[in-house]
T-cell receptor, first 109, second 113 residues
Framework: DAKTTQPTSMDCAEGRAANLPCNHSTISGNEYVYWYRQIHSQGPQYIIHGLKNNETNEMASLIITEDRKSSTLILPHATLRDTAVYYCIVRGPGQKVTFGTGTKLQVIP | DAGITQSPRHKVTETGTPVTLRCHQTENHRYMYWYRQDPGHGLRLIHYSYGVKDTDKGEVSDGYSVSRSKTEDFLLTLESATSSQTSVYFC????????????FGQGTRLTVV
């Protein structure tokens, strides 16, 4: 499975966009990029995923670079409830869902 | 929330006793996973299943066994619990399609004393 690298922690002001980077330089052609988050001690929650095109849903946007070696999760207007650990995962067909240590996002009032 | 239920939600047990955690799904998903989460380690995969009676080891499988006798249930067993197995355990399910996302249960907090 491809490995990912994320910053350990980030701060973001409430109401501003939160941009969370992820490096996945060894990603293979058939591997997708997924983002999950974990709020406090709850189970991880799916946010968004993509293969090579940028994606947007009601929660976030995912920007994947043209060479697919990195991506950025964008929360357009961060709220206090977005404070969580954010995980970037790459996975291909039949592969296990393997987590790294993620980025702890703190949204500041 | 996706139809996934973990039981029990909390358990305290003594060292050396057997413990079984249950993950039940109502989504008819093919893949099921067991993770443990400890401070400083994030989520680590224990075992996973890709169908009835089809299971495989994850990265921290020592001391754990699993069984999947029917699609909806994935059981995690600690044959002889140790204090190092004190953790929060999460179950996840995922459909068969290549790019489908995984859904997680709310977790089981296990304390071995």
């Amino acid at each position: 499975d491809a490995k990912t690298t994320q910053p350990t922690s980030m701060d973001c002001a409430e109401g501003r966009a939160a941009n969370l980077p992820c490096n996945h330089s060894t990603i293979s052609g058939n591997e997708y990029v997924y983002w999950y988050r974990q709020i406090h001690s709850q189970g991880p929650q799916y946010i968004i995923h993509g293969l090579k095109n940028n994606e947007t849903n009601e929660m976030a946007s995912l920007i994947i670079t043209e060479d697919r070696k990195s991506s950025t999760l964008i929360l357009p207007h961060a709220t206090l409830r977005d404070t969580a650990v954010y995980y970037c995962i790459v996975r291909g067909p039949g592969q296990k869902v393997t987590f790294g240590t993620g980025t702890k996002l703190q949204v500041i009032p | 929330d996706a139809g996934i239920t973990q039981s029990p939600r909390h358990k305290v047990t003594e060292t050396g006793t057997p413990v079984t955690l249950r993950c039940h799904q109502t989504e008819n998903h093919r893949y099921m996973y067991w993770y443990r989460q400890d401070p400083g380690h994030g989520l680590r995969l224990i075992h996973y299943s890709y169908g009835v009676k089809d299971t495989d080891k994850g990265e921290v499988s020592d001391g754990y066994s699993v069984s999947r006798s029917k699609t909806e249930d994935f059981l995690l067993t600690l044959e002889s619990a140790t204090s190092s197995q004190t953790s929060v355990y999460f179950c996840a399910i995922r459909g068969q399609d290549m790019n489908t996302e995984a859904f997680f249960g709310q977790g089981t907090r296990l304390t071995v004393v």
